[in-house]
Nanobody, 118 residues
């Protein structure tokens, strides 16, 4: 069973910053696109940001310019640096590792709570 281990969530005031981390197994990390998704209460899970194994990034419009996704290939870790946080960023954040095409897969972390207070 593939485990993605997230850390770094918590409670922060609006306008503040947090950094999420997600560690993936080596055999998965090197060949996959890594991403962050979030799910607020009563809402569907939505994409926040992704980064390919070549370093290409993609962001949701709602976080563009405030969040930054990066990956450290040596540490098998993907990061989500979140700044200028808003109350509406409150959600459970999930790390994802996926690969399309031959040998496709998609793995999820257990989720980590981020709460932004006003």
């Amino acid at each position: 069973q593939v485990q993605l281990v997230e850390s770094g969530g918590g409670l922060v005031q609006a306008g503040g910053s947090l950094r999420l981390s997600c560690v993936a197994p080596e055999n998965i990390f090197s060949i996959s696109r890594m991403g962050w998704y979030r799910q607020a209460p009563g809402e569907q899970r939505e994409l926040v940001a992704t980064i390919t194994n070549y370093g290409l990034t993609n962001y949701a419009d709602s976080v563009m310019g405030r969040f930054s996704v990066s990956r450290d290939n040596a540490k098998k870790t993907v990061y989500l640096q979140m700044g200028s946080l808003k109350v509406e960023d409150t959600a459970v954040y999930y790390c994802n590792s996926d690969r399309a095409g031959w040998g496709a897969f998609s793995y999820w972390g257990q989720g980590i709570q981020v709460t932004v207070s006003s």
